[in-house]
């Protein structure tokens, strides 16, 4: 089994919203994205999409693309939350809609192939926020960590129950700085596992993403643009 990760899809939802100010990687990238999804994912292998996946500003109108999504190669598809995910729904009911979606808010497991996950939305950084929202925004980015905490503390023993290369970490932004210098949200993610994915910066901010390993963590940037429309292979022979 291959674990694959690709963010930020940006699926255009009704309103047929593009990314076409981001450059022209971005026109008719739905097409792109489909035809290098099959041929680099296969049935048995999982992926992992962290965050911004729908334009949708509802559950009812991102069943069309999800349902799409549910049917391209892969044994599960694992969805984590980002800061456009206005359409999230109750978990439940998203996986009965769909066979190979799982829904990952928090730590979630997937039994059926012994591996677990750590998924937050994260935050700007502290050191980049500035300005007269600087106390909000900092709040926000506090909520992150503490919730992330919250679900290694719930968990431990499931999380020390697997080797440490079967317990992956998704964060929709950037859990690292810049200049490779960890924030608070490496702390919790380090002490189990052995990879975390992450996206959301487009266009020339891509270039400010930092990817390496810290502490035994692997980050591995996978904005979908940045990354060709192509899932990338995180982890083989689990």
């Not at 109108?61 to 729904?89: C, F, M, Q, T």
């Not at 937050?120 to 960590?145: F, H, W």
């Not at 692997?218 to 904005?223: G, L």
């Given at each position: ?9 940006h699926l255009?939802?009704?309103?047929n ?8 990687k971005?026109?008719e ?7 290098n ?8 292998d999982?992926?992992l999409i ?5 334009w ?11 349902r799409?999504?549910?049917g ?13 995910e ?70 431990v ?9 079967r317990?992956?970490a ?9 200049d ?8 919790p993610?380090?002490?189990y ?46």
């Amino acid at each position: 089994m291959r674990v694959l990760a690709i963010g930020d899809l940006h699926l255009p939802g009704p309103q047929n919203k593009t990314m076409d100010e981001f450059g022209p990687k971005w026109r008719e990238h739905v097409h792109a994205l489909e035809k290098n999804w099959r041929e680099i994912v296969s049935g048995n292998d999982v992926v992992l999409i962290p965050g911004d996946i729908t334009w949708a500003s509802s559950y009812d109108e991102a069943k069309a693309e999800l349902r799409w999504l549910d049917g391209l190669p892969g044994r599960i598809k694992v969805l984590s939350r980002g800061n456009h995910e206005y359409w999230w729904n109750r978990v439940e009911r998203m996986e009965a809609d769909h066979k190979t979606l799982r829904f990952a808010n928090g730590f979630y497991s997937i039994p059926e192939v012994g591996i677990n996950i750590l998924a937050c939305v994260g935050y700007t950084l502290p050191r980049m926020i500035r300005g007269e929202r600087r106390a909000a925004e900092l709040e926000n980015y506090c909520r992150q960590l503490q919730n992330l905490w919250t679900s290694v503390r719930s968990h431990v023993e499931a999380l020390a129950a697997v080797p440490r290369a079967r317990n992956f970490a998704m964060v929709h932004y950037p859990p690292i700085e810049s200049d490779g210098t960890p924030s608070g949200l490496h702390e919790p993610i380090r002490l189990y596992c052995a990879d975390c994915v992450f996206g959301h910066l487009h266009g020339e901010q891509g270039r400010t993403a930092w990817t390496g390993r810290i502490n035994g963590t692997t980050y591995h940037f996978v904005a979908a643009d940045w990354i060709g429309f192509k899932p990338a292979v995180i982890a083989e022979n689990l």
